[in-house]
Antibody, heavy 119, light 109 residues
Framework: EVQLVESGGGLVQPGGSLRLSCAAS????????MSWVRQAPGKGLEWVAN????????YYVDSVKGRFTISRDNAKNSLYLQMNSLRAEDTAVYYC????????????WGQGTLVTVSS | QSALTQPASVSGSPGQSITISCTGT?????????VSWYQQHPGKAPKLMIY???NRPSGVSNRFSGSKSGNTASLTISGLQAEDEADYYC?????????FGGGTKLTVL
């Protein structure tokens, strides 16, 4: 069974940093693009970033470029999202998901981890 | 990186069919056959219902179908059931990102 388990969310002050992790199991992690997608409270889905199988390609939504960094460790079957200079508008549930590029649809999704940016 | 355009809400009675549209541009929906649809129940993670415009993942009911014409993709749900009441999102590949629609709330009357 494919499983994606996020961790690292929590309350952080504006301007602060947080690192999200996603532990993957049940599939060959190194064969898939991986993505982060977020959902602000009561709002729709917003794609945040994705990363190629070997980490050689990364893409970001404009609003996080220069502040967030996506990375992966294929030896540990893990995906990460380093978030710096956090803003109130980054408050959301952050989902880790398999796929997210062309012929690899985003599926499945983790249960999500809540990030709250507030003073 | 604008969102794809979906109606905010649609509704239908049990047994009826409904269609949700998803309008983009030639840079996303119209340019590639990589449109997906997701179902999200309150407090739950999204679930993939359709990928590559019209393909159903294993386990998804054949009451769900997808299509595309030009820059607009559509999700049709036939034989509406109470359990179909949820939010639905489309997404499309682009050359440098993944773009989601704003979401459509489906109410089963």
């Amino acid at each position: 069974e494919v499983q994606l388990v996020e961790s690292g969310g929590g309350l952080v002050q504006p301007g602060g940093s947080l690192r999200l992790s996603c532990a993957a199991s049940g599939f060959t992690f190194s064969s898939y693009w991986m993505s982060w997608v977020r959902q602000a409270p009561g709002k729709g889905l917003e794609w945040v970033a994705n990363i190629k199988q070997d980490g050689s390609e990364k893409y970001y939504v404009d609003s996080v470029k220069g502040r967030f960094t996506i990375s992966r460790d294929n030896a540990k079957n893990s995906l990460y999202l380093q978030m710096n200079s956090l803003r109130a508008e980054d408050t959301a549930v952050y989902y880790c998901a398999r796929g997210g590029r062309a012929w690899q649809p985003i599926d499945p999704w983790g249960q999500g981890t809540l990030v709250t940016v507030s003073s | 990186q604008s969102a794809l355009t979906q109606p905010a809400s649609v509704s239908g009675s049990p047994g009826q069919s409904i269609t949700i549209s998803c309008t983009g541009t030639s840079s996303d929906v119209g340019g590639y056959n990589y449109v997906s649809w997701y179902q999200q129940h309150p407090g739950k993670a999204p679930k993939l219902m359709i990928y590559d415009v019209s393909n159903r993942p294993s386990g998804v009911s054949n009451r769900f179908s997808g299509s595309k014409s030009g820059n607009t993709a559509s999700l049709t749900i036939s034989g509406l059931q109470a359990e179909d009441e949820a939010d639905y999102y489309c997404s499309s590949y682009t050359s440098s990102s993944t773009r989601f629609g704003g979401g459509t709330k489906l109410t089963v009357l």
